[in-house]
């Protein structure tokens, strides 16, 4: 039941990217910055318009960093959506998080465009649903790497039986397995790779 909420979230937060891109054209950036290249907010804080939340955008201000004190009330709202219910985390963070890689989804700090990701949307990975080792305050701009991934099967604890969740592009959740191989994992990192049959190794 947990892993299916979980699941719930996910294709969620998908949808939400999915909206975003077609207003904006693209993907959010992982994080933004300020004029000094200083990271301000995550892509967790710039959809929230889409996860029904923009009462609690407009509360933000963008152009000061998510932990100043004039956002301390948005970072302390308590959002179900990133939170999976299998997660230990502490108040107000979440293990929902985006793999920055150079051939990934998510650019630091620009947007990506969807006519870049060439391989199979349902074989190309969005978000993760890390361990609760792993989780950041929902509104920061902290994510993980692809080594996180391709360590799956020797974190001390993984997010749920035997694996993790993640949901790639076109929307749909796939269950990762500890014991997949690593050219497996990063076929489902990489948006250009001509990987497209890689979920069936997945799921």
């Known amino acids: 039941m947990r892993r299916v909420l979980c699941a719930n979230n996910l294709k969620q937060i998908a949808l939400a990217l999915q909206n975003y891109e077609s207003v904006h054209q693209s993907l ?44 301390r009330g948005a970072r302390e709202t308590k959002l179900l959506v990133y939170q999976c219910p299998s997660a230990d985390c502490p108040p107000g963070h979440t293990a929902y998080l985006a793999v920055l890689a150079a051939n990934g989804c998510f650019r630091a700090t620009g947007p990506r465009r969807l006519s870049e990701i060439t391989d199979n949307p349902d074989s190309t990975l969005m978000v993760v649903d890390a361990d609760s080792g792993h989780a950041v305050p929902w509104m920061s701009p902290r994510d993980t790497d692809e080594q996180w991934l391709l360590n799956l099967g020797t974190v001390a604890r993984l ?40 979920a069936q190794e997945a799921n």
């Open 28 to 71: 959010p950036p992982a994080y933004t910055v300020d004029v000094e290249g200083r990271p301000l907010h995550s892509w967790r804080t710039l959809i929230l318009p889409y996860l029904e939340q923009q009462p609690l955008y407009e509360t933000i201000d963008l152009s000061k960093a998510w932990d100043d004190p004039v956002n």
């Open 159 to 198: 997010p749920h039986p035997g694996g993790a969740q993640v949901v790639c592009v076109g929307g749909n959740v796939l269950f990762l397995s500890a014991g997949l191989q690593a050219a497996t994992l990063r076929a489902l990192v990489s948006i250009d790779g001509n990987d497209d049959n890689v």
